[in-house]
């Protein structure tokens, strides 16, 4: 991996110089690795990112649908979002200027709370605004994704008992209890969103604690609208998942609220396998602190 990766940074100058002439690459460093992307900064200002999906016409089919997709978000987007400065479809890859702030999972877990309303107020205007996109403006750009309830009860019973020897004792009967039970009534409309809005993907004015951008739009879909706001929850809490739904400002939404709840128990215990198998003690403490709000003892 590390070999694919040094070969990778070994062509980035030269495939920036082929798109945009006359710009001069004085620096590049990876960035950040996940399963689905890899990223590079050029000079502190340009990101690049490669798809690694392993079959070459796939990797072109990702980086130019995505592009293509950022463009349609940037033009609805309260915040900012990548907008592409070229594509090398090609190369499974595109360009785009880099957007000021820090990933807010890098910030202090301890200041988290006094500024987490604040946050989730702004991502749920986010929220309202993707949400009203009609899906026809997105056809083509992104997939469905609505799997049943019933399987992400499950799916997540199979994550808890690779993962209950690191929660804590008090927390594991009602964790247990939470898969025994039935998870809420299908049957809800679906919505374009941005499908993954964990705090490692909102970036944050250190300073100032206001949200600067949103990155990393790979898992965008038509999908339940209540699945990014169980994400606020399961990063922010309560006080965020309710400054979120407040400021969306769409009604009744007792039944987002209730499958909000439902989808931040199952992501949460997702999020903490994933910190265990890849070493990431960032996914570990966040996951473990959310505990105690997830599942009261």
């Not at 090398?88 to 702030?101: L, S, V």
């Not at 919505?191 to 206001?210: K, Y």
Request: proline content about 8%; some cysteine.
């Amino acid at each position: 991996m590390q070999r694919r990766a040094d070969e990778r940074a070994a062509q980035v100058p030269t495939l920036v110089r082929e798109h945009l002439p006359g710009y001069r690459v004085h620096s590049v460093a990876l960035l950040g690795e996940g399963l689905d992307n890899v990223v590079y900064e050029i000079n502190g200002e340009l990101m690049v990112r490669f798809c690694k999906a392993p079959d070459p016409g796939r990797r072109a089919a990702r980086a130019d649908r995505e592009a293509r997709l950022l463009t349609v978000v940037a033009g609805i987007s309260p915040l900012p979002v990548p907008e592409p400065r070229f594509v090398a479809a090609d190369q499974g890859c595109f360009a785009y200027a880099k957007i000021p702030g820090v990933a807010l999972l890098e910030l202090a877990p301890a200041l988290r709370p006094a500024h987490a309303a604040a946050i989730a107020a702004t991502l749920g205007n986010l929220l309202a605004a993707l949400h009203a996109i009609p899906a026809g403006r997105v056809a083509g750009l992104v997939n469905t994704d609505d799997e049943p309830l019933v399987q992400w009860r499950q799916d997540a019973a199979g994550l808890f008992a690779t993962v209950a020897g690191q929660v804590p004792a008090g927390r594991r009967e009602p964790v247990a209890a939470f898969l025994r039970d039935p998870p809420p009534a299908g049957g809800h409309p679906l919505a374009f969103s941005h499908n993954d809005l964990g705090i490692e993907h909102v970036l944050i004015d250190p300073a100032t604690w206001a949200v600067t951008g949103i990155v990393d739009w790979s898992d965008a879909a038509i999908t339940d609208p209540a699945y990014d706001f169980g994400l606020l929850y399961r990063d922010l809490g309560p006080a965020a998942l309710a400054a979120g739904l407040a400021s969306y400002r769409a009604g009744d939404v007792s039944g987002i609220r209730e499958r909000a709840v439902f989808y931040a128990r199952c992501a949460v215990l997702e999020d903490l396998a994933h910190g265990v198998a890849t070493g990431q003690d960032a996914y570990v403490s966040k996951s473990l602190a959310a505990l105690g709000w997830l599942f009261p003892a």
